[in-house]
C-alpha cells in the first residue's frame, strides 16, 4: 500500500523534471541554433532542419525500439 503511494508521488514530479529538462535543452538547442550560420536564410534552415529530425526521428526510433525489443 505504502508503494503505492509513494508511486503516486514520485511518478509525476519525475515526469516534471523530464519535461522541464527536455524543455530548457531543446530551447538552448533551437536558440544557439542559428548561430552556426555566416548569415543569410541558413539561420533559418538550421531549425527547420533540426525540427524536421526531430519530428521524423522520434517516431521511427520508436518504431525500431519496439521492434528491436520486442523478439
Do not use: C, D, Q, W
Request: glycine share 6%; no cysteine.
Amino acid at each position: 500500500m505504502l508503494h503505492r503511494f509513494l508511486y503516486s508521488l514520485f511518478i509525476p514530479v519525475i515526469s516534471v523534471i523530464t519535461v522541464a529538462v527536455l524543455a530548457i535543452v531543446l530551447g538552448y538547442i533551437f536558440y544557439n541554433l542559428p548561430s552556426f550560420a555566416e548569415k543569410g536564410e541558413l539561420k533559418s534552415l538550421y531549425v527547420v532542419l533540426a525540427g524536421m529530425v526531430i519530428l521524423i526521428g522520434t517516431p521511427v526510433s520508436a518504431y525500431l525500439a519496439v521492434k528491436i525489443f520486442s523478439k
